[in-house]
């Protein structure tokens, strides 16, 4: 599964929630103030036809598509159908609840061209879905993923990190129960702060840790190599950043206009210290901690210094070395390091 197809998102906030997520306020995270109807289902796919490249998927996020009244959902769908069958549309994708998934509804999104479902399981542990307010069970999640696997649709889970009653290893164990489930892609939300939320609000009182970017990369730059060691993409990794989002209405927590990067590049750090530590290269260059040379692709240079040289500066301070150099070594390829 690939993220850089042509998709064309609708958005429905909000829409067949029958829970109150503390952290969750769908027209601040998406700008959207109101759900979409079938009119503005017909405007979004043309507007989004002029855009992107043919065929286009088109998606419905935001609320949980299939808990919305049937004739609702009938609509919405039989608003893409002309271009399905003109071909412009391939397919649709929508994110719904794990506890809104039975055998009828996934017939009926067969039916109407559905290839792509996204559950949002958020965390696997119970204890902690009953703290944020989720409504369903981690079994749901698996009862769910089974059932939508075996229709033959395409499953991708969405799971944040930082929620409340989490903590580091219990979001790697939802990651690990998540992989478990064999999706074809995983989306990671580490949690944000959003203005007007439950959240929020026990945040303010100081019944919430805030879950930071430096608690989310710390995290993320664990469970996003299991993830690929499983051969598992991962299609998002934080919040899509939004002028709404940045103009304030994330109010903390782990909002970051590029955090897929700092993960990444925190992964490529923890990757030069076991070197450093774990081989008998990187010994013999602690023996000698002048300069510390590194090789790896081009396109990995700046993720391998880190943002503003931080991961230079952390290798110079933790052992000792004078200077960090990296060069690029077109052979190499992505995420490989070698010593120069």
């Known amino acids: 599964m690939t993220a850089r197809r042509g998709i064309i998102p609708i958005f429905i906030p909000h829409l067949g929630c029958g829970h109150d997520c503390v952290f969750c306020n769908q027209k601040r995270i998406s700008g959207a103030l109101h759900p979409a109807s079938a009119q503005d289902v017909t405007r979004e796919i043309e507007a989004g036809l002029a855009r992107c490249r043919r065929p286009a998927q088109c998606a419905f996020y935001g609320g949980s598509f299939t808990a919305i009244p049937v004739s609702e959902q009938l609509a919405l769908l039989g608003a893409a159908q002309p271009y399905l069958r003109s071909g412009e549309l391939e397919s649709i994708r929508l994110s719904t609840r794990p506890d809104a998934i039975d055998e009828p509804t996934l017939e009926r999104l067969h039916e109407h061209g559905v290839s792509v479902i996204e559950l949002g399981a958020q965390s696997m542990d119970d204890d902690v879905l009953i703290k944020s307010g989720r409504g369903h069970s981690a079994a ?183 200077s960090v150099k990296v060069s690029p070594l077109p052979r190499l390829g992505d995420g490989e390091i070698e010593f120069g």
């Not at 033959?152 to 489930?181: C, H, K, N």
């Not at 892609?185 to 439950?198: E, K, L, N, S």
């Not at 070197?275 to 510390?292: C, D, H, I, N, Y």
């Open 140 to 322: 749901d999640t698996v009862h769910a993923a089974e059932m939508i696997k075996r229709a033959g649709f395409l499953l991708v889970l969405q799971m944040m990190t930082g929620l409340p009653g989490s903590d580091e290893a219990r979001d790697t164990e939802s990651a690990r129960r998540i992989i478990a489930l064999s999706p074809d892609a995983v989306r990671i939300y580490p949690t944000v702060i959003i203005r007007d939320t439950p959240l929020y609000e026990l945040w303010r009182q100081g019944k919430y840790t805030e879950h930071t970017v430096e608690d989310a990369v710390c995290v993320c730059a664990r469970i996003l190599p299991m993830f690929e060691r499983a051969g598992i993409t991962v299609i998002r990794l934080g919040l899509n950043p939004t002028d709404e989002l940045s103009g304030g209405s994330a109010a903390g927590g782990a909002y970051h206009p590029a955090l897929g990067e700092l993960v990444k590049s925190r992964i490529m750090l923890n990757r030069v210290r076991e070197m450093l530590t774990g081989t008998e290269q990187g010994r013999e260059r602690l023996a000698s901690p002048k300069q510390l040379r590194l090789l790896t692709a081009p396109a990995c240079v700046s993720q391998l210094i880190g943002q503003h040289s931080c991961n230079a500066e952390a290798l110079c301070a933790e052992f000792g070395f004078q």
